[in-house]
């Protein structure tokens, strides 16, 4: 059981350049999360997903896009990546109140 | 008020010893929270749950004062390998949807020999 796994762990992307994180997740839970998390700042909600097929915006969202075609898999884009995105991403998911995280992707933007 | 506060620490203790990290949470209709354990680099766990008035498991309790709208976490005894950030969650802490969470800014914890 691998729970929640996130590709890459690290990457480095140019100013400009576009990328796209993936998260799987194996229990079969509804609901989908991206965070970001810088110094000081703790976890601030990206995009999140209540179901197959639906997005929502959440706390921090410009600058990103995401997608849930299918149930188990929830993609974040960034479409010109710019230097303040650079941060660590994690992806989370839950049934309920309890969210699962995967280990995370160092993104530097140079 | 911000949603979720946390004194940032960091926390120096030695080991053996009993610290306590506070936070205080906005939204007095929140039901639930939690504590979540980060170490260096590596994703947010949860460590406890608590939905009445507090909670224990072993070295670690957990207490909840809705009065003042602050959740608690002590630990005793404290082991080297409790050095970690500690995260006070609280659930629609901005009054938003079902399964959002609200994260503090975490309290650094170094347990020292």
């Known amino acids: 059981n691998a729970g929640v796994t996130q590709t890459p762990k690290f990457r480095v992307l140019k100013t400009g350049q576009s990328m796209t994180l993936l998260c799987a997740q194996d229990m079969n839970h509804e609901y989908m999360y991206w965070y970001r998390q810088d110094p000081g700042m703790g976890l601030r909600l990206i995009h999140y997903s209540v179901g197959e097929g639906t997005t929502a915006k959440g706390e921090v969202p410009d600058g990103y896009n995401v997608s849930r075609l299918k149930k188990q898999n929830f993609l974040l884009g960034l479409e010109s990546a710019a230097p303040s995105q650079t941060s660590v991403y994690f992806c989370?998911?839950?049934?309920?109140?309890?969210?699962?995280f995967g280990p995370g992707t160092r993104l530097t933007v140079t | 008020r911000k949603e979720v506060e946390q004194d940032p620490g960091p926390f120096n203790v030695p080991e053996g010893a009993t610290v306590a990290f506070n936070c205080t949470y906005s939204?007095?209709?929140?039901?639930?929270f939690f504590w979540y354990r980060q170490d260096c680099r590596k994703e947010p766990k949860l460590l406890m749950s608590?939905?009445?008035s507090g909670n224990e498991d072993g070295r670690f309790t957990a207490q909840l004062n809705r009065a003042s709208q602050y959740i608690s976490l002590l630990i005793r005894d404290s082991k080297l390998s409790d050095s970690a950030t500690y995260l006070c969650v609280v659930p629609n802490a901005g009054g938003t949807s079902y399964g959002k969470l609200t994260f503090g800014q975490g309290t650094i914890l170094t347990v020292h020999p």
């Open positions: 939204n007095s209709a929140s039901q639930s």
């Open positions: 608590v939905y009445s």
């Open positions: 989370a998911s839950s049934s309920h109140y309890e969210q699962y």
